[in-house]
């Protein structure tokens, strides 16, 4: 990469990632690689948590970071080594896909090394936990990270509080997986247990943590101290209002499978056909993208469903704009709810 490129101007003036990760999800057109670069450039939903709680960062310097731009942009033209590693094993979850992603850039990056993955820790045959990885970098620090990807929709309390942020299902509250994290997690390399499953430390604790926050759209509500002010964001919307805001806001949608619900998504211009309510089986196969109405229909009998709006960019590709979730009518009160438990 030329010296005078993105990343260059990036690594002279830190605080600017998020530029830089804008910049690349212009260019990139593998969905996997697409992903990979935003789980390794995008916001930390959370600000350090000491004394525990410190943040994993990919890279230890500029120069690490210019050398993923580029290894990212390579990776890009010829994609199928991940592929096929995505594909050894059948992934479902998407915190299992994060961690194959993540386990291939430190196996095959330029950055920090991986020196083990889904490290149990066990007392008397008990298992205590698992520790996600064991990272030696350039410089020689063993590394200890803990990564989630979370998403969760803020309760619309307005009290500035983590607890109001709660999984789509009502099965996950954010304040809650933090305490797990800071408790339980993060210290599994320092007990005494560990130094008997043969990697010798001391390691250093670090949360990766990544992901989307959710609110409900036209409202504000103060951000919890604990959340990095620059995490992503998306908004939430009842069915009953859903019609309304659809119509204002765009006229391309499409579900977000569970397993797309890191980078923003993008798909070239031969791929598409924008499906309308009428239309035969016959003729919608196939056919990423339906219109707001029919959309609706799709989701009526579901709990909430994570949808994008799509337009268009300057070459004719479908690129997302915006993401957020469509909740059941009475899906805010039980969520207050489980947000005060």
């Known amino acids: 990469m030329a010296a005078d490129g993105p990343a260059a101007r990036v690594v002279a003036a830190p605080g600017t990632r998020a530029a830089l990760l804008d910049t690349l999800l212009d260019t990139l057109r593998d969905a996997a690689v ?9 916001a930390d939903l959370l600000r350090p ?6 943040l994993a960062n990919p890279f230890d310097t500029p120069a690490e970071l210019e050398a993923t731009v580029a290894w990212l942009r ?15 094993t059948r992934v479902t979850r998407l915190g299992r896909y994060a961690e194959r992603l993540l386990g291939w850039f430190l196996q095959h990056g330029p ?17 205590l936990g698992e520790c996600d990885f064991l990272v030696q970098t350039q410089r020689g620090e063993r590394l200890h990270w803990e990564l989630a990807v979370k998403c969760y929709l803020h309760a619309g309390e307005g009290r500035g509080q983590l607890a109001d942020y709660v999984g789509p299902n009502l099965k996950d509250r954010f304040d809650l997986k933090l305490a797990h994290l800071l408790n339980h997690q993060l210290p599994l390399s320092a007990r005494e247990e560990f130094a008997s499953v ?27 101290v604990e959340l990095d002010p620059a995490h992503g964001r998306g908004w939430w919307v009842t069915r009953s209002e859903w019609p309304a805001f659809a119509a204002s806001h765009a006229h391309k949608w499409r579900p977000l499978p569970r397993l797309e ?45 994570l949808v994008a709006a799509f337009g268009e960019d300057g070459a004719g590709d479908s690129i997302e704009r915006s993401r957020g979730f469509i909740v059941p ?4 009160a039980q969520a207050r709810s489980y947000a005060r438990q």
């Open 261 to 305: 619900w890191l980078a923003p998504a993008r798909a070239v211009r031969d791929s598409e056909k924008l499906l309308h309510e009428g239309e035969s089986e016959a003729e919608a196969a196939g056919a990423p993208y339906v219109d707001a109405q029919t959309l609706a229909a799709q989701t009526s009998h579901h709990g909430p469903t």
């Open 49 to 54: 948590q000491p004394p525990v709680g410190a």
């Open 74 to 88: 390579l990776l890009d033209t010829a994609p199928a080594p991940l592929h096929r590693d995505l594909a050894a």
């Open 111 to 127: 950055a920090a090394r991986l020196v083990a993955a889904g490290v149990p820790v066990r007392r008397a045959g008990v298992t």
């Open 329 to 332: 009518d009475e899906w805010r």
């Open 198 to 224: 043969g990697h010798v430390g001391p390691w250093t604790p670090q949360m990766f943590i990544k992901g989307w926050l959710f609110y409900r759209y036209g409202e504000t509500s103060p951000d919890p």
């Open 34 to 42: 697409r992903d990979l670069a935003w789980l390794l450039l995008s």
